[in-house]
């Protein structure tokens, strides 16, 4: 029994607030419903009354009781869940449940080590019944992993392939959240943790875990040191999110046909001047009373002036095997790009799964933002607030 076109799950956490906000005033609102579900029931009946006529339905259901797991997800043609750190909150339950009932689901886990494991133990389950398992639906990485295809699809044009594609952020100004804290401290701890031998950590394929077409000399992020690009006209430093996004966008590249193929992501040191003057011209928030929260604790994040202060944005430059064809696209976007950004972009990819779009493509797996929706997802973002929130444009073909 199909209730709700989506049911986001962990609705009552910092992101999940900012995702049921932007649900509520969606355009689109008489076309789809929707249901707020989490573990505690005063929360979501006071998330309820914040979201006034909107008044979702409310699902009460907890990742340590199983059978609750499976009845939310019985209710949702999408299932969209921001309750993170996915491997510390259980966050395999609503997966297999998705995998099993054939429903689709999307997160927002950097996690690799979660997103490997349900590829391992769900993929082929949800091949079978067709669910679009979508990890790293959000800032992380959406824009990396369809702008590399993006930038991909102006050489394919042409009739040529791509041997290499860099990135570099250059604008990431925000701030981040208890949740996120706590997934990048675990992403710090992990090698020391004892539970994945070094290899694993640092396999730069570990998402793509059958691919052919592996390169021998890549690395994690392929962005190791500081060096001046002068593609990009900038001077480019490893950035910590590349981590997750570049073995996102590697997964995209072994599922598509397109290894071998290098990626490398990097940022650029006047992204971190200009993210640091945001947060300097206004006191850290002290100047206009709504101080950053340095330590965020589960639930808190930047305040909403720096949500709507923020922005991003992340060029990238594909190259054919012979050098002699190039092409390069940049991805811009506006809000803090963690928060305002991707509840945005969260909600558009949950509406895409949930409003079944014919062009997109349609089998299922544990795929990722590009493998699942692919141009379908870009064209509905570039559509959102009348292309005002994000832009995909094409700079350059050589
Ligand atoms: N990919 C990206 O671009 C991106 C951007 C931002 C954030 N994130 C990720 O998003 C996730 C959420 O971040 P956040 O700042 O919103 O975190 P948060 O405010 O701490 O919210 C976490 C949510 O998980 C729920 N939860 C906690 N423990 C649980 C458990 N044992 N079982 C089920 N649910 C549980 C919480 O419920 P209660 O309210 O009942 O405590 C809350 O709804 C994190 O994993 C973060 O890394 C990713």
Same mark, same amino acid.
């Given at each position: 029994m199909t209730a709700h076109d989506i049911v986001l799950y962990g609705a009552t956490g910092f992101v999940g607030q900012l995702v049921a906000e932007y649900l509520a005033r969606h355009p689109e609102g008489s076309r789809f419903s929707w249901a707020i579900a989490g573990r505690n029931p005063d929360k979501l009946n006071a998330l309820r009354t914040s979201l006034a006529?909107?008044? =979702?339905? @409310?699902?009460?259901? #907890? !990742?340590?009781?199983? =059978?609750s797991? #499976?009845? @939310?997800?019985?209710?949702?043609?999408?299932?969209v869940t921001t309750a993170g750190p996915y491997a510390e909150? $259980?966050?395999?339950?609503?997966?297999?449940?998705? +995998?099993? /009932? $054939?429903?689709?689901? +999307?997160? &927002?886990?950097?996690e690799y080590w979660f997103q490997r494991a349900m590829i391992? /133990?769900?993929?082929?389950?949800?091949?079978? !019944? $067709?669910?679009?398992?979508?990890?790293?639906?959000?800032?992380?990485?959406? =824009?990396? #992993?369809?702008?590399?295809?993006?930038?991909?699809?102006?050489?394919?044009?042409?009739g040529k392939?791509?041997? /290499?594609?860099?990135? &570099?952020?250059?604008?990431? %100004?925000?701030?981040?959240?208890?949740?996120?804290?706590? !997934?990048?401290? %675990?992403?710090? /701890?992990l090698p020391k943790s004892g539970k994945y031998d070094a290899a694993f950590c640092s396999d730069p394929y570990v998402l793509a875990p059958r691919a052919e077409g592996k390169l021998e000399h890549e690395t994690v992020t392929g962005w190791d040191r500081r060096r001046f690009d002068r593609d990009f006209r900038a001077l480019g430093v490893p950035f910590f999110m590349a981590p997750i996004n570049a073995r996102i966008v590697r997964r995209s590249l072994a599922l598509s046909g397109r290894l071998p193929?290098?990626? %490398?992501?990097? !940022?650029?040191?006047?992204?971190?001047?200009?993210?640091?003057?945001?947060?300097?011209?206004?006191?850290l928030g002290y100047f206009v009373g709504a101080p950053i929260p340095l330590s965020p604790k589960p639930g808190q994040g930047p305040p909403e002036w720096l949500r709507r202060a923020g922005k991003f944005r992340v060029a990238l430059k594909a190259t054919s095997a012979t050098v002699e064809h190039a092409a390069m696209v940049d991805v811009r976007g506006r809000g803090d790009p963690g928060y305002l950004a991707t509840s945005k972009i969260l909600g558009e990819v949950g509406l895409c799964l949930a409003l079944g779009h014919e062009e997109a493509p349609r089998s299922g797996g544990v795929l990722t933002p590009a493998?699942? &929706?692919?141009?379908?997802?870009?064209?509905?973002?570039?559509?959102?607030e009348r292309g005002e929130? @994000?832009?995909?444009?094409?700079?350059?073909?050589?």
């Amino acid at each position: 029994m199909t209730a709700h076109d989506i049911v986001l799950y962990g609705a009552t956490g910092f992101v999940g607030q900012l995702v049921a906000e932007y649900l509520a005033r969606h355009p689109e609102g008489s076309r789809f419903s929707w249901a707020i579900a989490g573990r505690n029931p005063d929360k979501l009946n006071a998330l309820r009354t914040s979201l006034a006529d909107a008044a =979702p339905e @409310m699902i009460v259901a #907890d !990742t340590s009781d199983r =059978p609750s797991i #499976d009845a @939310m997800v019985s209710k949702a043609r999408v299932v969209v869940t921001t309750a993170g750190p996915y491997a510390e909150y $259980g966050g395999d339950a609503v997966v297999e449940a998705c +995998a099993k /009932q $054939g429903r689709h689901y +999307a997160d &927002l886990s950097g996690e690799y080590w979660f997103q490997r494991a349900m590829i391992d /133990q769900f993929h082929e389950e949800a091949q079978r !019944t $067709g669910a679009k398992i979508v990890h790293a639906a959000g800032i992380d990485s959406v =824009p990396s #992993d369809l702008g590399t295809q993006f930038v991909i699809e102006q050489l394919e044009r042409r009739g040529k392939r791509a041997a /290499q594609v860099k990135a &570099l952020f250059t604008d990431y %100004a925000g701030s981040f959240s208890g949740g996120s804290k706590k !997934t990048l401290e %675990a992403l710090e /701890q992990l090698p020391k943790s004892g539970k994945y031998d070094a290899a694993f950590c640092s396999d730069p394929y570990v998402l793509a875990p059958r691919a052919e077409g592996k390169l021998e000399h890549e690395t994690v992020t392929g962005w190791d040191r500081r060096r001046f690009d002068r593609d990009f006209r900038a001077l480019g430093v490893p950035f910590f999110m590349a981590p997750i996004n570049a073995r996102i966008v590697r997964r995209s590249l072994a599922l598509s046909g397109r290894l071998p193929c290098s990626y %490398a992501e990097g !940022t650029s040191v006047g992204a971190g001047l200009k993210a640091g003057w945001l947060w300097m011209s206004r006191g850290l928030g002290y100047f206009v009373g709504a101080p950053i929260p340095l330590s965020p604790k589960p639930g808190q994040g930047p305040p909403e002036w720096l949500r709507r202060a923020g922005k991003f944005r992340v060029a990238l430059k594909a190259t054919s095997a012979t050098v002699e064809h190039a092409a390069m696209v940049d991805v811009r976007g506006r809000g803090d790009p963690g928060y305002l950004a991707t509840s945005k972009i969260l909600g558009e990819v949950g509406l895409c799964l949930a409003l079944g779009h014919e062009e997109a493509p349609r089998s299922g797996g544990v795929l990722t933002p590009a493998l699942a &929706l692919g141009s379908v997802l870009r064209e509905r973002l570039a559509a959102t607030e009348r292309g005002e929130f @994000m832009q995909f444009r094409v700079l350059a073909e050589t």
